[in-house]
């Protein structure tokens, strides 16, 4: 014999799981989606409109960390890490354009592992805003940018990366920074 209710009981766990999960998800995407849209935005230099898309972003972070309160293994879920990376991401990027400085995690509320990420995709992010500032006639914010990123490459060298997840993200430092080099040798160049 078996003992159903056990059974049962399980099964109720199991769907409000899966209830919360599929909760933690449609967060997730919007918050995945507002935080893209944020750093569009602060490209086009469309700045409230960021700020916008960041607070709705966050909005949705703060959905999202209460739904994993209740189920902690929901933090294991892919949708969660990404949104939190993406927004970190978003956060960083507007607070660069604004301030010429990096965010600390305690500024944008991430823990480090998240931070280490998302700053990692801020250079990509940088990489990008220093070739379109160039092209546009503007040679000193690509090499503002270059000085930045030298220094986040300096911090990061640091760190015992191993073989994580964290490493290939540090690895696309190293090739940002290439790029920028090369960039502020052809700004140079054309001086």
Known sequence: MIDKKSFEAMRKHMEAYDALRE?????GRIALKSSKAAIYAAHRGD?????????????????????VKKETRLMETGTYGD?????????LYVHYLKTKTVATPTQLGVEPEVYLGSVSDLVGELVRKAVN???????????????VVEQLYAELMLFDWRNTPLRKKFDAIKYGLEKLEDLALKIKLKQ
């Open 23 to 27: 909760q933690v998800i449609a967060h």
């Open 47 to 67: 700045m409230a409109d960021a700020d916008k898309l960041l607070a709705e972003a966050k909005t949705e972070i703060a959905k999202l960390d209460k739904l």
């Open 83 to 91: 949104a939190l990376e993406e927004y970190a991401e978003a956060a």
């Open 133 to 147: 500032s160039t092209i546009a006639g503007d040679y000193k914010t690509p090499l503002e940018i270059k000085t």
